[in-house]
């Protein structure tokens, strides 16, 4: 009796092996783009109709095939790309099983136009479930056009289980993305049902990601940029304030191929632990470098899987690049902003030992007679801090704890030791970016400031030039929470007063006024079209309200201002225009002692 194992027929066996390739029309999608990726094109265009099932279209103007080329490219096993196992070792092409047309000529109908340059004609091939049914020279533009049509219609069981054409399109438009963002050098453009919904011309890496994540994504991203002599890294990560709740817009290339790998993606979200809220993920866009032989790219049929060598480094290195540059862009400190406690008011110390004489010019003029920078002097504060006291220690008479990680300097700035450097905040600047913003989102939301009735209220009397302007304004100061009315020449009656209006438990409204006029004239003076009027008057209420120079402030205090500034979407500048914050890195901080 003869045996019951068989070998299959050829063409059986490779729509067996197609099931792996081409499991869905996308697969077809990306192995052909990447085939155009690899023949060296610099323009491709990807016509889809009816989400591939009935013609999924690519033409290239890549280097084309030759007659004999064209026909073998069809034959299982059949590519130019690799000729023995040492080159498994140092892949550099997308494709290099071979399998990929073998597989698509076996479940579809084909059309296939090629030339290379220096041919006066092509080749067309016609191929129907694996067997060429025709050949012919042709008349045909340089590069490669081929026509991928009912795909599956010899294999009914897997035609059944497509999805809807909405469902596999998106498939497609993410393949069509993915290739597309990691070849911003070649133009693409993507056709649905014969209409063009996508035109994407050669241009930079970044105009590539802002293309593809939308404009809005200007303001939201930060660049990595790291080449170390194992692993280049390179690419943008979203800002903390704008992770999202799904894992969408994760793209990580490996030598421009798309990978996934959990670990890898873990290496970056870990660098966000603690600056963003749990279950939120970060959005990036990450291209990583590295030898190919230090690589495994073999490991599966769609090539999206990828060994590393020294895993380890990868990941360590991913990790700190990531960190750092969340870091140098200044966007948040290593401090783990969970734990911190929010006190629902940070403003109303009535500890208040100095008023606003000015604590910090005095200081900063017995640092330096000579002119240089702000940020020079600061620099040189820290300097002699460092010698006088331990970073950990907090300042002399403060109310603080040695274990505290936040202390005061000159009773002007919060400084805070980080992980990643030292942090140092300007108390009064951030204040007032913080008071600003709470007005402008009680604008937003059309809520009122809550004020507070005076119980005697008070008469205030102000100048002629400023009555018309506290007239203009009245509207604006009491959506702001004031309360007041005209009670004839230059006089007004104050009723009630915003909660935070007064530093110090003073009640002196008309100074309170007077201040907040001045800096609202000075505003409207100085141009400022960047405000609207109400604006202006807030960017006024929350100069006249900050914290000022000179006042001792609580740890609670310090650790509020530092947690509320940093969820500030504008978190490095006043509305006043001045930078609230600075990070000084390990670096800068040994280069400062060393100078
Ligand atoms: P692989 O890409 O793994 O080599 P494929 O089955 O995808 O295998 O392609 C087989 C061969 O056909 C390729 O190695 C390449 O030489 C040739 N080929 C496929 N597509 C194109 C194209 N668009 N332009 C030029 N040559 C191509
Ligand atoms: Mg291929």
Redesign the pocket.
Request: proline share 0%; aromatic share 4%; charged share 30%.
């Given at each position: 009796m003869s045996g019951i194992i068989k070998i299959l027929p050829e063409h059986i066996a490779n729509q067996i092996a197609a099931g792996e390739v081409v499991t869905r029309p996308a697969s077809a999608v990306k192995?052909l783009l990447?085939?155009?990726i690899?023949?060296g094109a610099t323009e491709i265009q990807l016509y889809i109709e009816d989400a591939g099932k009935t013609l999924i279209h690519v033409i290239?103007n890549?280097?084309?095939?030759g007659e004999e080329?064209a026909k073998t490219?069809f034959i299982p096993h059949?590519?130019?790309?690799i000729t023995n196992a040492d080159d498994l070792q140092h892949i550099s092409t997308m494709?290099?099983?071979?399998?990929?047309?073998?597989s698509i000529a076996s479940v579809a109908q084909i059309e296939l136009k090629?030339r290379r340059d220096d041919d006066e004609l092509g080749t067309q091939i016609e191929i129907d479930g694996g067997n060429i049914k025709s050949t012919q020279p042709i008349a045909t533009p340089k590069g490669?056009n081929?026509s991928v049509k009912n795909i599956y219609f010899n294999t009914p069981a897997r035609r059944k289980f497509l999805l809807s054409d909405d469902a596999e399109f998106r498939y497609i438009e993410d393949t069509f993305t993915k290739i597309s963002l990691a070849h911003p050098e070649v133009s693409f453009s993507l056709y649905k049902n014969n209409c063009n919904i996508l035109f994407l011309p050669i241009e930079t890496q970044y105009a590539r990601i802002i293309k593809i994540f939308g404009n809005n994504f200007q303001q939201r991203l930060v660049r990595i940029d790291e080449n170390l002599s194992d692993v280049s890294i390179h690419g943008y990560i979203c800002k903390p304030g704008y992770v999202t709740k799904r894992r969408n817009k994760q793209y990580l290339f490996v030598n421009k191929r798309i990978i996934k790998h959990a670990g890898l993606n873990y290496a970056i979200e870990s660098a966000f632990t603690g600056l963003i809220p749990e279950k939120n993920y970060p959005i990036y866009c990450i291209f990583i470098g590295i030898d190919t032989s230090a690589i495994d790219v073999n490991i599966h049929p769609s090539k999206t899987e990828i060994r590393f060598n020294n895993e380890k480094l990868v990941y360590g290195t991913l990790q700190a690049v990531v960190k750092h540059s969340i870091g140098i862009h200044q966007l948040s400190p290593s401090l783990d902003f969970n734990t911190f406690q929010l006190p629902h008011k940070y403003s109303n110390s009535s500890d208040f030992s100095k008023t606003s004489s000015d604590f910090r010019e005095a200081y900063l003029r017995s640092v330096s007679e000579i002119h240089r920078t702000e940020m020079d002097i600061l620099q040189k504060d820290i300097e002699s801090l460092q010698s006088e006291l331990p970073l950990h220690e907090p300042q002399l008479g403060s109310p603080m704890k040695e274990d505290d990680n936040v202390f005061q300097i000159v009773q002007s700035y919060i400084a805070a030791p980080l992980s990643s450097g030292f942090l140092l905040l300007d108390q009064h600047a951030a204040s007032e970016r913080i008071l600003f913003d709470e007005y402008c989102a009680k604008k937003k939301s059309s809520e009122k400031t809550p004020s507070r009735r005076l119980l005697f209220p008070q008469s205030i009397t102000v100048s002629s030039s400023q009555v018309e302007t506290l007239k203009d304004i009245q509207p604006d100061l009491e959506f702001l929470g004031w309360d007041f009315s005209w009670i004839g020449d230059n006089s007004f009656m104050i009723n009630a007063m915003p909660e935070n209006a007064a530093r110090d438990g003073e009640e002196d409204a008309q100074k309170i006024i007077e201040d907040i006029l001045d800096v609202y004239v000075q505003r409207l003076m100085s141009g400022g079209h960047d405000m609207s009027g109400r604006d202006k008057v807030a960017a006024a209420m929350a100069k006249r309200s900050a914290v000022k120079y000179g006042e001792k402030l609580h740890k609670e205090e310090m650790l509020s201002i530092i947690a509320r500034i940093f969820s500030s979407a504008e978190p490095h500048i006043s509305p006043s225009g001045q930078k609230t914050f600075r990070i000084i890195s390990p670096h800068e901080l040994s280069q400062l002692l060393l100078s």
């Open positions: 192995e990447e085939n155009a690899d023949a290239d890549g280097t084309g095939m080329d490219a059949a590519t130019s790309k494709g290099f099983r071979g399998e990929a047309l073998a090629t490669t081929i």
